[in-house]
Protein backbone atom coordinates (compact mmCIF):
# COMPACT_ATOMS: atom_id res chain seq x y z
CA UNK A 1 0.00 0.00 0.00
CA UNK A 2 1.08 3.13 -0.79
CA UNK A 3 2.15 5.76 1.94
CA UNK A 4 2.87 9.57 2.49
CA UNK A 5 5.22 10.93 5.34
CA UNK A 6 6.00 14.52 6.09
CA UNK A 7 8.51 14.76 8.87
CA UNK A 8 7.74 17.69 9.99
CA UNK A 9 4.86 18.33 12.26
CA UNK A 10 5.66 22.22 12.07
CA UNK A 11 7.86 24.49 11.25
CA UNK A 12 7.87 28.24 12.04
CA UNK A 13 9.95 30.42 9.65
CA UNK A 14 11.28 34.35 9.73
CA UNK A 15 9.03 36.34 6.96
CA UNK A 16 12.00 36.80 4.36
CA UNK A 17 13.96 33.21 4.91
CA UNK A 18 13.56 30.27 2.61
CA UNK A 19 11.15 27.06 3.41
CA UNK A 20 11.93 23.32 2.84
CA UNK A 21 9.10 20.82 3.63
CA UNK A 22 10.09 17.55 3.53
CA UNK A 23 8.12 14.60 1.66
CA UNK A 24 8.77 10.86 1.62
CA UNK A 25 6.70 8.30 -0.27
CA UNK A 26 6.43 4.56 -0.70
CA UNK A 27 4.62 3.41 -3.88
CA UNK A 28 5.38 0.67 -6.29
CA UNK A 29 5.19 2.65 -9.50
CA UNK A 30 5.56 5.80 -10.87
CA UNK A 31 3.58 7.97 -8.60
CA UNK A 32 1.57 10.73 -9.29
CA UNK A 33 2.88 13.39 -6.51
CA UNK A 34 1.12 16.69 -5.27
CA UNK A 35 1.58 19.14 -2.52
CA UNK A 36 -1.75 21.00 -1.38
CA UNK A 37 -1.53 24.02 1.14
CA UNK A 38 -5.42 24.28 3.62
CA UNK A 39 -5.49 27.69 5.04
CA UNK A 40 -8.27 28.30 7.48
CA UNK A 41 -11.50 28.15 5.98
CA UNK A 42 -10.52 27.36 2.59
CA UNK A 43 -10.60 24.49 0.67
CA UNK A 44 -7.18 22.52 0.01
CA UNK A 45 -5.38 24.25 -3.03
CA UNK A 46 -3.00 22.67 -5.51
CA UNK A 47 0.34 24.18 -5.38
CA UNK A 48 1.92 22.29 -8.05
CA UNK A 49 2.18 18.72 -9.39
CA UNK A 50 4.14 16.09 -10.68
CA UNK A 51 3.16 13.27 -13.44
CA UNK A 52 6.39 12.95 -15.63
CA UNK A 53 9.43 14.60 -16.88
CA UNK A 54 11.41 17.13 -15.51
CA UNK A 55 11.84 16.36 -12.08
CA UNK A 56 11.72 20.13 -10.92
CA UNK A 57 8.09 21.31 -10.68
CA UNK A 58 7.28 25.35 -10.63
CA UNK A 59 4.18 25.77 -9.00
CA UNK A 60 2.31 28.96 -7.60
CA UNK A 61 2.87 31.59 -5.36
CA UNK A 62 6.34 30.85 -5.76
CA UNK A 63 6.77 27.40 -4.54
CA UNK A 64 8.87 24.67 -6.42
CA UNK A 65 9.69 20.67 -6.16
CA UNK A 66 12.24 18.58 -6.48
CA UNK A 67 11.15 14.61 -7.25
CA UNK A 68 13.84 12.68 -6.33
CA UNK A 69 13.37 8.80 -6.98
CA UNK A 70 16.17 7.64 -5.38
CA UNK A 71 15.47 9.11 -2.31
CA UNK A 72 11.51 8.41 -3.00
CA UNK A 73 11.40 12.03 -2.31
CA UNK A 74 9.12 15.23 -3.83
CA UNK A 75 10.42 18.26 -1.05
CA UNK A 76 8.75 21.75 -1.30
CA UNK A 77 10.61 24.50 -1.47
CA UNK A 78 10.06 28.52 -1.31
CA UNK A 79 13.24 30.92 -1.29
CA UNK A 80 11.91 33.71 0.22
CA UNK A 81 8.44 33.09 2.53
CA UNK A 82 5.62 35.57 2.69
CA UNK A 83 3.18 36.00 6.20
CA UNK A 84 0.56 35.11 3.84
CA UNK A 85 2.52 31.06 3.58
CA UNK A 86 1.71 30.51 7.10
CA UNK A 87 -1.02 27.18 6.54
CA UNK A 88 -1.06 23.98 6.80
CA UNK A 89 0.72 21.92 4.05
CA UNK A 90 -0.03 18.58 2.66
CA UNK A 91 2.14 16.00 0.53
CA UNK A 92 -0.21 13.47 -1.29
CA UNK A 93 0.58 10.70 -3.87
CA UNK A 94 -2.71 9.84 -6.74
CA UNK A 95 -2.93 6.33 -7.88
CA UNK A 96 -5.80 5.21 -9.98
CA UNK A 97 -6.99 6.91 -13.02
CA UNK A 98 -4.74 9.79 -13.89
CA UNK A 99 -3.51 9.77 -9.78
CA UNK A 100 -7.22 10.85 -8.94
CA UNK A 101 -7.45 8.54 -5.52
CA UNK A 102 -5.36 10.46 -2.87
CA UNK A 103 -3.36 9.46 -0.01
CA UNK A 104 -1.97 12.09 2.05
CA UNK A 105 1.27 12.77 4.45
CA UNK A 106 0.23 13.51 8.19
CA UNK A 107 0.40 17.61 6.95
CA UNK A 108 3.23 20.36 7.70
CA UNK A 109 1.92 23.48 9.69
CA UNK A 110 4.23 26.50 8.98
CA UNK A 111 4.19 29.52 11.31
CA UNK A 112 5.76 32.52 9.58
CA UNK A 113 7.56 35.07 11.99
CA UNK A 114 7.39 38.85 11.67
CA UNK B 1 -9.92 27.47 -11.82
CA UNK B 2 -12.89 24.66 -11.02
CA UNK B 3 -15.37 25.74 -8.14
CA UNK B 4 -16.31 23.01 -5.61
CA UNK B 5 -19.03 23.92 -3.10
CA UNK B 6 -20.06 22.04 0.16
CA UNK B 7 -23.24 22.54 1.86
CA UNK B 8 -23.79 22.95 4.75
CA UNK B 9 -20.38 24.72 6.10
CA UNK B 10 -21.09 23.60 9.20
CA UNK B 11 -23.74 21.38 11.27
CA UNK B 12 -24.44 20.67 14.52
CA UNK B 13 -26.77 17.45 15.24
CA UNK B 14 -28.21 14.89 18.35
CA UNK B 15 -26.74 11.49 18.37
CA UNK B 16 -28.84 9.24 16.61
CA UNK B 17 -29.93 11.66 13.89
CA UNK B 18 -28.86 11.65 10.62
CA UNK B 19 -26.69 13.81 8.27
CA UNK B 20 -26.77 15.01 4.45
CA UNK B 21 -23.50 16.90 3.28
CA UNK B 22 -23.95 18.39 -0.42
CA UNK B 23 -20.58 18.07 -2.96
CA UNK B 24 -21.61 20.53 -5.82
CA UNK B 25 -19.25 21.06 -8.55
CA UNK B 26 -20.58 24.80 -10.01
CA UNK B 27 -18.32 25.14 -13.45
CA UNK B 28 -18.10 21.49 -14.45
CA UNK B 29 -19.16 18.10 -14.71
CA UNK B 30 -18.02 15.46 -12.49
CA UNK B 31 -18.71 11.58 -13.28
CA UNK B 32 -16.57 11.08 -10.19
CA UNK B 33 -16.14 12.80 -6.59
CA UNK B 34 -14.22 12.05 -3.46
CA UNK B 35 -15.03 12.14 -0.05
CA UNK B 36 -12.60 12.84 2.57
CA UNK B 37 -12.71 12.77 6.40
CA UNK B 38 -10.15 15.08 8.15
CA UNK B 39 -9.95 14.71 11.98
CA UNK B 40 -8.67 17.63 14.17
CA UNK B 41 -4.58 17.99 13.09
CA UNK B 42 -4.12 15.49 10.91
CA UNK B 43 -4.49 14.64 7.67
CA UNK B 44 -7.16 13.79 5.24
CA UNK B 45 -7.99 10.51 4.78
CA UNK B 46 -10.36 9.27 1.58
CA UNK B 47 -13.46 7.42 2.71
CA UNK B 48 -15.02 6.82 -0.62
CA UNK B 49 -15.07 7.14 -4.27
CA UNK B 50 -18.50 8.48 -5.87
CA UNK B 51 -19.42 7.41 -8.98
CA UNK B 52 -22.50 9.42 -10.55
CA UNK B 53 -25.04 6.39 -12.04
CA UNK B 54 -23.12 3.65 -9.80
CA UNK B 55 -22.59 2.42 -6.52
CA UNK B 56 -19.93 4.18 -4.90
CA UNK B 57 -16.33 2.68 -3.86
CA UNK B 58 -15.59 2.59 -0.13
CA UNK B 59 -12.26 2.23 0.87
CA UNK B 60 -10.94 -0.41 3.12
CA UNK B 61 -12.75 0.19 6.78
CA UNK B 62 -15.28 2.86 6.33
CA UNK B 63 -18.65 1.66 6.67
CA UNK B 64 -20.79 1.73 3.54
CA UNK B 65 -24.70 1.69 5.51
CA UNK B 66 -22.66 4.35 7.72
CA UNK B 67 -21.55 6.66 5.26
CA UNK B 68 -24.61 6.53 2.62
CA UNK B 69 -22.79 8.34 -1.01
CA UNK B 70 -25.30 9.49 -3.81
CA UNK B 71 -24.24 10.83 -6.88
CA UNK B 72 -27.53 12.10 -8.14
CA UNK B 73 -25.98 14.12 -11.07
CA UNK B 74 -23.10 14.70 -13.12
CA UNK B 75 -22.77 17.77 -11.00
CA UNK B 76 -23.82 16.40 -7.19
CA UNK B 77 -22.50 13.96 -5.03
CA UNK B 78 -24.21 13.55 -1.31
CA UNK B 79 -23.05 11.88 1.34
CA UNK B 80 -25.24 10.96 4.05
CA UNK B 81 -23.96 10.04 7.87
CA UNK B 82 -26.83 7.71 9.14
CA UNK B 83 -27.54 7.52 13.08
CA UNK B 84 -24.67 9.66 13.72
CA UNK B 85 -22.86 9.50 17.11
CA UNK B 86 -20.15 11.67 18.94
CA UNK B 87 -17.23 9.61 17.36
CA UNK B 88 -18.59 10.59 13.82
CA UNK B 89 -18.01 14.68 14.28
CA UNK B 90 -15.34 15.23 11.71
CA UNK B 91 -14.65 17.50 9.23
CA UNK B 92 -15.77 15.94 5.67
CA UNK B 93 -14.45 17.12 2.31
CA UNK B 94 -15.01 16.07 -1.21
CA UNK B 95 -13.38 17.12 -3.87
CA UNK B 96 -13.93 16.15 -7.90
CA UNK B 97 -11.06 16.07 -10.70
CA UNK B 98 -10.86 17.99 -13.53
CA UNK B 99 -8.77 16.46 -16.92
CA UNK B 100 -6.56 18.43 -17.94
CA UNK B 101 -3.96 17.28 -21.19
CA UNK B 102 -4.46 13.72 -19.89
CA UNK B 103 -4.13 15.00 -16.14
CA UNK B 104 -6.52 15.47 -13.26
CA UNK B 105 -6.20 18.02 -10.92
CA UNK B 106 -8.42 17.70 -7.73
CA UNK B 107 -10.56 20.47 -6.93
CA UNK B 108 -11.68 20.54 -3.06
CA UNK B 109 -14.73 21.77 -1.43
CA UNK B 110 -13.95 23.61 1.60
CA UNK B 111 -15.43 21.11 3.77
CA UNK B 112 -18.05 21.22 6.26
CA UNK B 113 -17.66 20.77 9.72
CA UNK B 114 -19.53 17.72 11.81
CA UNK B 115 -20.71 18.11 15.53
CA UNK B 116 -22.52 15.17 16.90
CA UNK B 117 -23.89 16.29 20.40
Known amino acids: AQSVTQPDIHITVSEGASLELRCNYS??????LFWYVQSPGQGLQLLLK??????LVQGIKGFEAEFKRSQSSFNLRKPSVHWSDAAEYFC????????????FGGGTRVLVKP | GAVVSQHPSWVICKSGTSVKIECRSLDFQATTMFWYRQFPKQSLMLMATSNEGSKATYEQGVEKDKFLINHASLTLSTLTVTSAHPEDSSFYIC?????????????FGPGTRLTVL
Open chain 1, 50 to 55: YFSGDT
Open chain 1, 27 to 32: YGATPY
Open chain 1, 92 to 103: AVGQGAAGNKLT
Open chain 2, 95 to 107: SAPVAEWGENEQF
